[in-house]
């Protein structure tokens, strides 16, 4: 394949040299009109450009022969081109961005929606069905939706252990409200704590909302967060610069027809693909993972759907609280005798009402609401437009050919080759860092690649990681995958012994305090945190190893 591609390029090389040392005997006195207007139009000064072409030794980037350009007039067009090129990259960069932050708001924005009209109907419903046993608990209501947003958003917080934190502190306000005649020191709260698995005094609720809910928001989260990470490392690699040789390349593509004294012969169609190949060789790398990403969010939908599915359960959470308190009262006698069983007979509250002067409370069937279809409908939006975009790293060098370059339509005796009107005859090359070897276009360094983007398609690893995690229903540790801590739309983690998740601190009584604070995240619906996450090292010094040893291990080719 080597062989081939250079003796291609040796038949090509030597018919244009041949061509361009006949040239055209009239073409040494042709006038520069067309391209002065050209020039012109880019905002140039006039006066760089000669009245005819003139010899073009001064030349550094295009053919030597005759030329209608100065030295300025091909250092200003190659600056020219590079700034072209850097924007039709940019300007394809954020409509990809574009494309996956309008995905990413209207599916947050549901799953956001649910969790609150959840909250809604538990404030609206539980004060008349439940009384005081709700009224007189509503904080611990409030900071358990708010946990519950904080893992959606990416805290480093384990959903397992706050939900148990919440039944057992709920159990203790609970118990208490219950049994107002009765003295409950916090040695015997702690006691009924102890015992509160085998008593199950809230029926099956809190195991079958400790079971869907780990599954649907970890889903959820990563869907979400995974359509984030998209975003970031397309903004990122945007950011990384074009190299010297590619400028010049770029240059002799685009303008040096022009300096040729053809400005109508646009680029052969594979001389443009190659040129763009070398230049975007680093990028096209990114491609595997990218894919590998973009299936892995595509498949982690299948768990939306369904009884145990992410629409469902987010928009019930109270459906399970409410079923939670009902247990709580029917179990009520029952409960309280194993309780003096297993804990001893508590004091009698002298200043406690009796138990027959409890406060009206009554029970709550609420009803399941119907799917509305919206979310079904954002997915499928959503899937498509995965799927058109899956090809995007390797197509850039064609889209931009076609859609920026004014790239022939076909290769023929007319298009541009580099060096003259005439067929381009090599090859072109393949996908990648490594296939431009032989690029005959553009001088690429294949043993060194571009750390930036090799950043990148780490990041691509771990969310993929993540995704395929969560659709085992594992709680995967959501740390914030950018590396500047920006615009994925994902919280910032930091390790549970440093900040993030809850501080428990024994009080003299050696029980854990019913207010507790939260992991410090901003959220879009203004929820106020009253603890600050931080950074994550140990995610950052792992990224650097990984990086240290791909620089090391690169292959040695030439």
């Known amino acids: 394949m080597e062989l081939r591609a250079r003796g ?319 247990a709580l009262q029917d179990n009520k006698d029952t409960l309280t005798a194993k309780v003096i069983q297993g804990c001893g007979n508590p004091k009698v509250n002298p200043h406690g009402s009796g138990p027959e002067e409890k406060r009206r409370r009554g029970k709550l069937a609420l009803q399941e609401k119907p799917p509305t279809g919206t979310l079904e409908k954002l997915v499928s939006e959503a899937k498509a437009q995965l799927r058109d975009i899956q090809d995007f790293w390797i197509s850039l060098p064609g889209t931009l050919c076609s859609e920026k370059m004014a790239m022939s339509p076909a290769s023929d005796d007319r298009c541009w080759n580099g060096i003259s009107k005439g067929r381009y005859l090599p090859e072109v090359m393949g996908d990648g860092l490594a296939n431009q070897i032989n690029n005959p276009e553009v001088e690429v360094d294949i043993t060194k690649p571009d750390m930036t983007i090799r950043q990148q398609i780490m990041q691509l690893k771990i969310m993929t990681n993540r995704l395929r995690g969560a659709y085992g229903g594992n709680d995967v540790d959501f740390q914030d995958a950018s590396d500047d801590g920006s615009g994925s739309g994902s919280g910032g983690g930091c390790p549970d012994d440093t900040c993030g998740r809850r501080v428990i601190k024994k009080n003299s009584s050696s029980r854990t305090p019913l207010t507790h604070a939260l992991p410090g995240l901003s959220e879009q619906e203004g929820q106020k945190t009253s603890a600050s996450s931080c950074s994550e090292p140990h995610s950052f010094f792992l990224l650097f190893l990984v990086t240290l040893v791909l620089a090391v291990a690169r292959p040695r080719w030439r």
């Open 8 to 326: 291609w390029w040796l038949l090509w090389a030597i018919a244009a040299l041949v061509a361009f040392a006949r040239g055209d005997p009239a073409s040494k006195s042709r006038s520069c009109s067309e391209v002065r207007q050209i020039y012109g139009a880019k905002g140039f000064s006039l006066s760089d450009v000669p009245q005819a072409e003139i010899s073009g030794e001064h030349l550094r980037i295009c053919p030597q022969g005759y030329t209608c350009c100065t030295s300025e007039m091909e250092e200003n067009l190659a600056n020219h081109s590079r700034m072209e090129l850097e924007t039709a990259l940019h300007d394809s960069s954020r409509a990809l961005q574009a494309t996956l932050a309008t995905q990413l708001h209207g599916i947050d924005d549901h799953f956001q929606r649910l969790l609150n009209d959840s909250e809604r109907t538990l404030q609206d419903a539980f004060p008349g069905a439940f009384g005081d046993l709700y009224t007189q608990n509503t904080r611990a209501f409030r900071d358990l939706y708010a946990e519950l947003r904080l893992y959606y958003r990416g805290a480093n917080l384990h959903l397992e252990e706050t939900l148990a934190e919440f039944w057992a502190r709920l159990l203790e306000r609970l118990f208490k409200q219950l049994h107002p005649q009765l003295l409950l020191p916090d040695d015997y709260l702690d006691c009924l704590g102890k015992q509160a698995e085998a008593l199950r005094p809230f029926g099956d609720a809190p195991r079958e909302l400790r079971l869907r809910a780990t599954r649907a928001f970890v889903a959820a989260r990563s869907f979400v967060q995974g359509l984030g990470v998209a975003s970031d490392v397309v903004r990122k690699v945007a950011q990384v610069p074009l190299a010297p040789e590619c400028s010049r390349a770029i240059m002799k593509l685009v303008y040096c027809a022009h300096c040729r004294g053809v400005p109508g012969a646009r680029p052969c169609p594979d001389y443009c693909r190659n040129v763009l190949k070398g230049c975007l060789a680093n990028q096209a790398d990114l491609d595997a993972e990218w894919r590998n990403l973009l299936d892995s969010m595509v498949l982690i939908t299948d768990k939306f759907w369904g009884p145990s599915g992410a629409e469902n359960v987010i928009g019930s959470i109270h459906m399970w609280l409410a079923e939670a308190i009902n």
